[in-house]
C-alpha cells in the first residue's frame, strides 16, 4: 500500500481555514486506491471523514481517523437523444469548472449553480441548490463504495431521497458511502430558470429570447462575488444556517409582528429566510475577535483570522439561542460537524 501522511494539516483543505490535522491522510486518485484507504481504516478501526473541497464542513478539533481527500475525475459523455445529454462526472472534479465546462460545450441546466465551491461528489449530500435551482433537477445517478463492505453501489433518484438542502447522504446512510461518480441529464436546448428574484433583476433589461445559459451563469457569478466572501480572502462555509420551515399558524403570528418578514410558501408550511431572522436580531456585521458575521449576507459567519471551529460554533450558538428566543425558531446548522 503506498504511504499514508500522518498528522497532515487540514488547514488548506477546508474554506473556513480552520487549523485541525489529520492523524492519517490520503489521496484517492482511483478506485483501487480509494478501496485501499477504507480497508485500512476498516482493519485498523479508525475513524473516516471522506473530504471533498471542505466547503461545507466545520473541524471542531483534530481528526483522530484517516482522511480520505476525494480525486477522482473524470468526465464521459454518457447517452445522448435529440434534446439531452447524459454525463458521468468523477467525484473529484471540481463543482464549478464542470458548469462551465457543460456550458462551453453547449449543456444547460447548472447555470443557476455556478460558483458554488465544492467538489462533483458533494453536490448530492446536501442536493446542492442556488438562484431557484437544485441537483436533483438535472441528476440521474450516482455510484458510490460502501465504506464498510467496498461493494460499488448504485443509486437512482429515488434512493437519494432529496429534499431541501438534503438527502438519504445526511440522514439515513450519513458516513456511509464514499460517492465515485455522479451522473447528470442536461439539456441541448436550454430551458432557463429565471424567476428567482436577484436573478431576474440582474437580466432586467436583456431580451429573455436571445437570453444564453452562460449569460446566466455570468450573472450568477456576479450577483455570488458581489454578495459572498470569497473564502480565500475571507474563509467561510457559506450559509452557516438553513432556512427553517414553519408552519402557516407560525408563519402569520410572525408575520403580524414582523410585516416585513422574508418568507416563501413550500406546501403547507413557510421557509423563513434565516439570514432576514439573523439580521433582524441584530447580528449582522457583529464581530467577536476574527469571527464575525458578514456585513452583506448575516447567513454567512466568517473566520478571517484563522481560529478554531469551536469558536465559531460558539458564535453560531449565541445566533442560534438569541434568534430562538426572538422568533420561536431553531436554527439547524447546515454544515457538517467533525470529528
Ligand atoms: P466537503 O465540505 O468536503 O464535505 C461536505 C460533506 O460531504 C462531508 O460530510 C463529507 O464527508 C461529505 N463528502 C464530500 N465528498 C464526498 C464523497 N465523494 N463521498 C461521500 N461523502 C462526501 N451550497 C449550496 O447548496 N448552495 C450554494 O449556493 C452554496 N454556496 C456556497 C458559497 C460559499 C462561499 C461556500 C463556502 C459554500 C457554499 N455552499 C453552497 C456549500 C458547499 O459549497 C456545498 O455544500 C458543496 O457541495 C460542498 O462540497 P465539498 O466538496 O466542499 O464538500
Ligand atoms: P437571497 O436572494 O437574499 O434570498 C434569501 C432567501 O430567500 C434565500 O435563502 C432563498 O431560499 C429565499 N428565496 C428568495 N427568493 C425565493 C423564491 N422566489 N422562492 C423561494 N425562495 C426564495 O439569497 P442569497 O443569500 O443571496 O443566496 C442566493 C442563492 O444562493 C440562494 O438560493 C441560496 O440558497 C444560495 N446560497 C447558498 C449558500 C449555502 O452555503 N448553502 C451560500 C450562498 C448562497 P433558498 O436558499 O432556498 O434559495
Given at each position: 500500500m503506498r504511504e499514508l501522511a500522518h498528522q497532515f494539516d487540514l488547514q488548506p483543505l477546508n474554506t473556513l481555514a480552520v487549523p485541525a490535522r489529520a492523524a492519517y491522510f490520503g489521496r484517492a486518485d482511483s478506485l483501487e486506491r480509494l478501496r485501499e484507504l477504507l480497508d485500512f481504516a476498516r482493519r485498523e478501526g479508525l475513524p473516516l471523514l471522506v473530504l471533498?473541497?471542505?466547503?461545507?464542513?466545520?473541524?471542531?478539533?483534530?481528526?483522530?481517523g484517516l482522511v480520505v481527500h476525494m480525486q477522482l475525475g473524470g468526465f464521459e459523455l454518457t447517452g445522448e437523444s435529440d434534446h439531452h445529454v447524459t454525463l458521468r462526472v468523477g467525484a473529484g472534479e471540481n463543482w464549478h469548472q464542470l458548469v462551465r465546462r457543460t456550458l462551453a460545450l453547449?449543456?444547460?441546466?447548472?447555470e443557476n449553480l455556478?460558483?458554488?465551491?465544492?467538489s462533483v461528489g458533494a453536490?448530492?449530500?446536501?442536493n446542492i441548490g442556488a438562484y431557484g435551482v437544485e441537483l436533483d433537477q438535472v441528476f440521474c445517478e450516482l455510484h458510490a463504495l460502501?465504506?464498510?463492505?467496498?461493494e460499488l453501489l448504485r443509486f437512482d433518484r429515488a434512493d437519494c431521497a432529496f429534499g431541501y438542502r438534503d438527502s438519504v447522504f445526511k440522514q439515513g446512510?450519513?458516513?456511509?458511502l464514499a460517492i465515485t461518480s455522479v451522473t447528470l441529464q442536461l439539456n441541448k436546448t436550454p430551458s432557463l430558470c429565471l424567476d428567482y428574484p436577484a436573478l431576474r433583476e440582474a437580466l432586467a433589461g436583456q431580451d429573455p429570447g436571445r437570453l444564453t445559459p452562460t449569460a446566466v451563469s455570468d450573472a450568477v457569478c456576479a450577483i455570488r462575488r458581489r454578495k459572498l466572501p470569497d473564502p480565500l480572502d475571507t474563509p467561510n462555509v457559506g450559509s452557516f444556517f438553513k432556512n427553517p420551515l414553519v408552519d402557516a399558524d407560525h408563519y402569520r403570528h410572525l408575520k403580524q409582528s414582523y410585516p416585513e418578514l422574508v418568507a416563501h410558501p413550500v406546501g403547507e408550511r413557510y421557509k423563513l429566510a434565516a439570514g432576514w431572522l439573523i439580521d433582524r436580531d441584530g447580528w449582522r456585521g457583529f464581530c467577536d475577535g476574527a469571527v464575525a458575521v458578514h456585513e452583506r449576507q448575516a447567513l454567512v459567519l466568517t473566520n478571517a483570522g484563522r481560529g478554531g471551529g469551536d469558536r465559531v460554533l460558539a458564535l453560531a450558538r449565541r445566533i442560534s439561542d438569541s434568534v430562538a428566543e426572538r422568533f420561536q425558531v431553531e436554527l439547524e446548522i447546515e454544515p457538517r460537524l467533525y470529528p
Open positions: 471533498g473541497g471542505g466547503s461545507n464542513l466545520v473541524l471542531r478539533e483534530d481528526f483522530p453547449g449543456y444547460s441546466g447548472l455556478s460558483l458554488i465551491p465544492g453536490a448530492p449530500i446536501q460502501d465504506r464498510e463492505t467496498g446512510l450519513r458516513d456511509r
